[in-house]
């Protein structure tokens, strides 16, 4: 798993000129650092969809003051990852206007829950898998006519290598909140809250190949131009390790604030591989893979590369999030 690039990753700017692009997860880490060099590459249109908006709004006004066209727009719109109606409302909204395109769909937003008073969705779901896989298919399946009317459309994932470090159950389980491990509190924490963030890393990349083999022999032809990706970015320094945003102890963030400070990268860095994603020609990137920190294709896990375990898996999270199987049809 690597912390920081050994290369630098390049990046042709000049490709977002013009374009709109909306960004999940954007008002800190590295989905600010998307917008701030976003806005400076000419960006057309920009969507921050946060959480927060009040947290969204404060850091739009730090990414506008970066803008380097009199065109560039930003816009902070609301969206829970963790909640199906949340996602559900963005895309209805954003669907209101039947010309309004998205050339980038950039989904950074995730989770880990230390805390067991977050380890449950609104949907009765396991929170990380709730907010890490299941909400970016909510999202996608409702934004994909949007994405149809790009000559050239992405949507990126920011993952990790961490999936590396997991082992998912032989077949999806009979667990209705989830389909992997479940949390194990004690008291106030979740003491395997790392691994469950693993498994819906090396869940998600899964996921990722399935959506990908779903454009490209999709029966609308207008679907099979999407080009999916995830990457893992590298070990950043971002809010993940904030005590405050989890409600954790000294005990626990000390020393995860200590590595952090130590070794992690800047949001700036870990977002190059994204920004690369979003704009190397399309010839050069293969679909549906995973990317390491120096925005090369890299492999995971022999599970990673199971088709068959993958397609129960993604099978059971489009019937967890609601979605019907026409969306994403496999052949």
């Given at each position: 798993?690597?912390?920081?690039?050994?290369?630098?990753?390049?990046?042709?700017?000049?490709?977002?000129?013009?374009?709109?692009?909306?960004?999940?997860?954007?008002?800190?880490?590295?989905?600010?650092?998307?917008?701030?060099?976003?806005?400076?590459?000419?960006?057309?249109?920009?969507?921050?969809?946060?959480?927060?908006?009040?947290?969204?709004?404060?850091?739009?006004?730090?990414?506008?003051?970066?803008?380097?066209?009199?065109?560039?727009?930003?816009?902070?719109?609301?969206?829970?990852?963790?909640?199906?109606?949340?996602?559900?409302?963005?895309?209805?909204?954003?669907?209101?206007?039947?010309?309004?395109?998205?050339?980038?769909?950039?989904?950074?937003?995730?989770?880990?829950?230390?805390?067991?008073?977050?380890?449950?969705?609104?949907?009765?779901?396991?929170?990380?898998?709730?907010?890490?896989?299941l909400g970016?298919?909510?999202?996608?399946?409702?934004?994909?006519?949007?994405?149809?009317?790009s000559d050239?459309?992405?949507?990126?994932?920011?993952?990790?290598?961490?999936?590396?470090?997991?082992?998912?159950?032989?077949?999806?389980?009979?667990?209705?909140?989830?389909?992997?491990?479940?949390?194990?509190?004690?008291?106030?924490?979740?003491?395997?809250?790392?691994?469950?963030?693993?498994?819906?890393?090396?869940?998600?990349?899964m996921v990722?190949?399935?959506?990908?083999?779903?454009?490209?022999?999709?029966?609308?032809?207008?679907?099979?131009?999407?080009?999916?990706?995830?990457?893992?970015?590298?070990?950043?320094?971002?809010?993940?390790?904030?005590?405050?945003?989890?409600?954790?102890?000294?005990?626990?963030?000390?020393?995860?604030?200590?590595?952090?400070?130590?070794?992690?990268?800047?949001?700036?860095?870990?977002?190059?591989?994204?920004?690369?994603?979003?704009?190397?020609?399309?010839?050069?990137?293969?679909?549906?893979?995973?990317?390491?920190?120096?925005?090369?294709?890299?492999?995971?896990?022999?599970?990673?590369?199971?088709?068959?375990?993958?397609?129960?898996?993604?099978?059971?999270?489009?019937?967890?999030?609601?979605?019907?199987?026409?969306?994403?049809?496999?052949?």
């Open positions: 798993m690597g912390l920081r690039p050994t290369k630098e990753v390049k990046i042709n700017g000049e490709t977002f000129e013009g374009k709109t692009v909306v960004c999940v997860g954007a008002n800190a880490g590295i989905g600010l650092a998307k917008c701030d060099y976003l806005v400076e590459n000419k960006v057309s249109r920009l969507i921050m969809a946060c959480r927060s908006t009040d947290k969204a709004e404060k850091a739009r006004q730090e990414v506008v003051k970066k803008i380097k066209n009199d065109s560039t727009t930003v816009e902070v719109w609301k969206i829970d990852l963790a909640s199906l109606s949340s996602c559900r409302e963005f895309a209805s909204k954003w669907n209101a206007n039947p010309d309004n395109k998205i050339d980038i769909l950039y989904l950074n937003a995730g989770l880990i829950a230390p805390n067991a008073s977050l380890i449950t969705s609104e949907d009765g779901l396991e929170m990380t898998y709730a907010c890490n896989v970016h298919l909510a999202v996608i399946e409702q934004l994909l006519p949007s994405l149809a009317l050239d459309p992405r949507i990126i994932f920011t993952g990790s290598s961490g999936a590396k470090m997991s082992t998912l159950p032989d077949h999806p389980g009979s667990n209705k909140r989830t389909p992997l491990r479940d949390a194990w509190s004690i008291g106030s924490y979740v003491l395997n809250a790392f691994n469950i963030y693993t498994d819906t890393k090396l869940l998600l990349a990722v190949r399935e959506l990908q083999e779903s454009f490209k022999n999709h029966p609308d032809e207008k679907y099979r131009k999407i080009f999916v990706a995830n990457y893992h970015p590298g070990f950043v320094k971002t809010t993940i390790s904030n005590k405050d945003h989890y409600g954790l102890s000294s005990l626990l963030s000390i020393p995860v604030d200590f590595l952090t400070n130590r070794y992690a990268i800047t949001p700036e860095v870990g977002a190059r591989p994204g920004l690369y994603l979003g704009s190397a020609s399309i010839e050069q990137l293969p679909g549906g893979e995973f990317w390491d920190e120096n925005a090369e294709p890299a492999s995971l896990t022999a599970q990673y590369d199971n088709e068959a375990l993958r397609r129960e898996y993604f099978e059971r999270c489009i019937k967890d999030a609601g979605i019907n199987p026409s969306t994403f049809p496999l052949p």
